[in-house]
């Protein structure tokens, strides 16, 4: 009976071992979890189909001002202007992927599904107003750009073709017209220099954003 009982005691120990070190390597494993998302750019919410709060990350509690108290997603006001949205594909758990504008800001929005075990559905809001700006701005600038090059070619052809027919038999007239082609070659120039200046870093932007994109 002795033996049998210390057998089942060191047998306990030895389960009771195990049972700590799997808890541990799981805590561990969440701590990892959660480090990495603290990490990104983008605020994350991990909510199942009745919207409870699963995961969220550092980055949503400081943009949203999220009271740790709410564990429901759908009662973060802060949140108002995505309810609709994401209600909407928890209903039909269908993906999204929009833009939605908050207090002067938007936002990229992706709801993404996860099975394990059951269905969650994984959140993901980035602030890319400051990439709208200057999507708007470029815009803008090339629309602007684009009507400025016409002045200096259509300068230049007229100038050029009254030369060419003979118009001209005055030297200083003949100078200043010269002088004009050659002051709106140099605009041109800029306006080209610009141009290319704005196609560099907006591929530079691209890539930036392609990059982030990447590691969500």
């Known amino acids: 009976v002795r033996n049998l009982l210390g057998k089942l005691s060191l047998k306990n120990a030895l389960m009771s071992k195990k049972i700590k070190q799997l808890l541990t390597t799981i805590e561990i494993k969440a701590e990892n979890l959660q480090s ?64 939605i504008s908050q207090n002067d800001k938007i936002y990229r929005t992706k709801i993404n599904n996860i099975y ?62 010269i002088n004009i082609i050659e002051k709106e070659i140099k605009r041109l120039a800029q306006l080209t220099e610009n141009l290319l200046t704005l196609s560099k870093v907006e591929k530079i932007l691209e890539e930036k954003r392609e990059y982030k994109e990447l590691n969500l």
Do not use: C, M, W
Not at 67 to 76: P, S, T, W
């Open 36 to 99: 990495i998302i603290d990490s990104l750019q983008a605020s994350i919410f991990v909510v199942n189909s009745f919207g409870e709060i699963i995961l969220v990350n550092k980055r949503a509690i400081e943009e949203f001002n999220l009271n740790f108290l709410v564990k429901n997603i759908f009662e973060i006001d802060s949140l108002k202007n995505f309810k609709g949205n994401i209600e909407n594909a928890i209903e039909n758990k269908k993906q999204l992927n929009i833009k």
């Open 116 to 177: 394990d075990n059951e269905l969650h559905f994984l959140i993901t809001i980035q602030d890319i107003t400051d990439f709208e700006l200057s999507e708007k701005l470029r815009r803008e600038f090339v629309s602007n750009a684009s009507h400025e090059l016409k002045t200096p070619i259509t300068i230049i052809s007229g100038f050029i073709e009254t030369i060419k027919l003979g118009h001209i038999k005055d030297e200083k007239k003949l100078e200043y017209f």
